[in-house]
Every structure is written in structure tokens, then in C-alpha cells.
């Protein structure tokens, strides 16, 4: 989706390493790097409210934004992004230029819409299985969102990309059989009787090994064996 939003960079000199981007976050900016339209990639600086302004916007990654580095301004999109893992801050920017006559691979949202008949009278959850969908179209033509209508659907039926609606002027890279949405059941959990935990925990105490049995027999043997010869003994000096 083109937008009329224009995210002003700053071209970066010198090194660009670690040490570099910490001065950079520091600084309130955060590092990015611009490539594409087969020309130079450029490291350069941006501010992160503008960024963060463009990924939550309703076409979110998907926006196509005026970008300005110094003189030159060009059609530019994020392709990729990185958070720190802790605090979640924005800590590096992909940007690449757009062709606007060009057509781009991206993906985008599914949304679901309507109450699907398994839900309703059949007492089911609807299960959706692909979040996004990548397709192949011109950057003006780019969605927002795909909406599939899920108010038919019931239990044994899959909704797929097939299932979606198609035009001229997208084409689906996802193959058409990958499912959608589908309902499932709720299977209620049934808590085990006593006599069945007891059972459970008879079989999974751990048997005493064969060779420690074996071991007492061959130990009880050898006490009873100095018994049996002290008794044999003392008959022999009573006779």
C-alpha cells in the first residue's frame, strides 16, 4: 500500500560496526541500511518513532513510503527488522527501494469474517491455520489484508488458499492447498479415580533389577551355608 508518509535518513560515515550502532541508539536514532533498485547499499540513521508510526499502521510492513537521504528521495518499504530481546526496543532497519512498475513478493494477513456454522450448531472452535499469505502484485496493488468469509464452514471442511478471493492482480506464491481455517472439537479432560492413579503408579515404580535379586539369593546362600556346616559339626562331637 503506497502511503503519503516520507521517513527522513541520515547517511552514516566511518565504520560500521557494534561499537558504531551503540553510539547511534544512543543518540535516540537507530542504524538501517537501504539496498535495492540495483544500486549502492547505503548505511544510514533514522528515527525510530517514525518507524514504529509505519509498523503499526494498518498495512504495517507492507507500506511503501517516501524515503529521503540527503538530496535523493526514492519509494522505499521495510523488509526487515530486528528488537532488542529484553527491553524491545528497535535496534536495526532494512529498507529497501521499490520499483513502483515492478511487481514485489510480500505477505499478507488473513482475516477471517462471519460465524462459521460448525461454531454456531455444532459446538466446534474454528482453527485457523495460516496467519499470512504470500502473493506476487504491483506495489499500488499491495492489500492491506485478505478477508475469507468463514460463515459456511463446519466440521470436516478445510478452507484453503484456493478459498480465498483471487483477482487479476495478485498472484498467490503460497501453493493453493495449503489449508486455512478449519473447526475442531473441544475434548473435555475426565479426572482419573483413585483405584486408576493408584494403578498407574503401581506400574511406573521402577522394578527391582534381576541381578541385585539374584545378588540377595546368592547372599542369603552364603549366611545359611557356615550355619548348616556348624550344625552338621556338632553332631559329629555329640557322637
Known amino acids: 500500500m503506497i502511503t503519503q508518509e516520507t521517513v527522513t535518513a541520515v547517511a552514516r560515515e566511518g565504520k560500521f560496526n557494534k561499537n558504531a550502532a551503540r553510539r547511534v541508539r544512543a543518540q535516540g536514532k537507530i542504524p538501517a541500511v537501504v539496498y535495492g533498485a540495483a544500486q549502492p547499499a547505503v548505511a544510514v ?6 518507524i514504529q508510526r509505519i509498523l503499526h499502521s494498518e498495512s504495517g510492513h507492507n507500506s511503501i513510503f517516501d524515503l529521503q537521504v540527503g538530496g535523493d528521495t526514492a519509494k522505499a518499504m521495510i523488509v526487515d527488522w530486528q528488537y532488542e530481546p529484553i527491553k524491545g526496543k528497535l535496534i536495526h532497519i532494512d529498507f529497501k527501494r521499490i520499483a513502483l512498475d515492478k511487481p514485489i513478493r510480500v505477505e499478507v494477513p488473513v482475516q477471517l469474517t462471519g460465524i462459521p456454522v460448525g461454531v454456531k450448531t455444532q459446538g466446534g472452535i474454528l482453527d485457523q491455520t495460516l496467519r499470512e499469505v504470500e502473493l506476487e502484485c504491483l506495489p499500488a496493488d499491495i492489500p492491506t489484508h485478505i478477508d475469507l468469509d468463514v460463515s459456511e464452514l463446519a466440521f470436516g471442511m478445510v478452507l484453503r488458499v484456493s478459498s480465498l478471493p483471487h483477482s487479476g492482480s495478485l498472484r498467490f506464491i503460497t501453493a493453493e492447498d495449503t489449508p486455512v481455517a478449519h473447526i475442531t472439537s473441544v475434548k473435555e479432560e475426565v479426572a482419573p479415580t483413585p483405584e486408576a492413579e493408584a ?40 557322637k
Open 45 to 50: 540513521e533514522v528515527d525510530p518513532k517514525q
Open 199 to 238: 494403578a498407574a503408579a503401581a506400574e511406573a515404580a521402577p522394578a527391582e533389577p534381576e541381578v541385585v535379586k539374584k545378588g540377595k539369593q546368592e547372599t542369603a546362600e552364603a549366611a545359611a551355608a557356615p550355619a548348616a556346616e556348624k550344625g552338621a559339626s556338632d553332631k559329629g562331637g555329640k
